[in-house]
C-alpha cells in the first residue's frame, strides 16, 4: 500500500474537478477515493471491487453504481464492474510524469504492474495505445494484438527525438534506415520462424553478417527471449535489426547494444535508439 498520494490542486479548480462537481457530490467523493484508497497505485490502473468503495464511502451499491457512471462522463476515470478494474485515464501522467526516460527506476514497476494485470480486464488495448511510448510499457506477450501501427509509429518517434541526432548510429536506426523489431513494425507469420541459434550464425551473401562474439550474444538474446515468453515469431525480425546494426557499425558495438538491450529487459528492443545513443557515447564514437 502507498504511504502518499499527489493529489492536484486542480482536482477541485480545474475543469475535471469542475465537471466533477456538476455532476453531484458523491462522484466528486468517489473519485477522489479512486485516486487514494489502499489498492490505488500509481499506473492508474488497477482493480477495486465495488463493494470496498461503497463500505469505504459509506454508500449504497446503487450510489456507487451512478457516481461511476458519472465519473466516466466526464472523462476523469472508467470502471467496469464485471472485471472490477478502474483506470484513471490521466492517473500515470500526474503521479509519474509526462515522459519517463527508459533508464528511469519507474518503468521497471510499471511494467511489472502492466504485466500483472489479468486479461479480463477491458482496458488493457487501449491504456498500452495511451502510454506505450511515455511510460516504455512493453508488450505482453499473451496479447500482441496490443501492438498497432499507430503505437508502433509514436514509440518510434519519441526514441527519435530523445536521441542525439549527431550520433551516427541513432540515426542509422530511423524506420526509413532499418528494418524495425516486429514491436516497432512488421509481425512476421510463426511458420517463418527459424532457429535462433542457426540464425545467428547464419552468414549472407553479401557478407553483412559476421559470425564472431555478437553472434553468440545473439543466440543468448533471443534463447532468453523466448525463455521470458515472448513470440517465437518476433526473433527473426529481432534477429534481422540487430543484423543490419552489426552491419553498419561493427561486432563490438553490436554485442553492446545487445548487452544494453538485455539488461533493460527489453527484448524486442523497442528503445533501441537509447541503446545505441548509450553504446556511442561509452565508446567516443
Known sequence: MRKFVMVS?????????????????????????????????????????IIYIANDLGLTLDQVRAALVAIEQTGFA????NSEYVWIVEGARHQLGEHLKASDHKVKFVNKEFAAISKSCPFLHDYFNKY???????????????????VAAEVA???????????????ALQPEAVPAVVTVAEQVPAEE???????????????LWRPTD?????????????????????SKAV?????????QHDDHIATEFLKAAAAAGDYDIIDHALYAAEVVAKYDI
Open 157 to 171: 518517434s519519441v526514441h527519435a527525438r530523445s536521441a542525439k541526432p549527431e550520433l551516427a548510429a541513432a540515426k
Open 193 to 207: 520462424v527459424e532457429d535462433e541459434a542457426a540464425l545467428a550464425k547464419t552468414d549472407t551473401t553479401q557478407g
Open 239 to 247: 534477429a534481422k535489426f540487430v543484423q543490419t546494426f552489426s552491419a
Open 132 to 150: 506505450a511510448s511515455s511510460l516504455h510499457l512493453k508488450p505482453r506477450s499473451d496479447m500482441p494484438e496490443l501492438i498497432t501501427p499507430r
Open 214 to 234: 555478437v553472434a553468440e550474444q545473439l543466440a543468448s538474446f533471443l534463447a532468453e527471449r523466448e525463455r521470458r515468453g515472448f513470440s517465437a515469431a518476433g
Open 9 to 49: 490542486p486542480n482536482f477541485w479548480v480545474g475543469q475535471t474537478g469542475r465537471d466533477l462537481r456538476r455532476v453531484g457530490s458523491f462522484a466528486q467523493l468517489a473519485a477522489l477515493y479512486l485516486l487514494s484508497n489502499p489498492l490505488a497505485n500509481y499506473t492508474g490502473l488497477y482493480r477495486l471491487p
Open 78 to 81: 472508467r470502471y467496469d464492474e
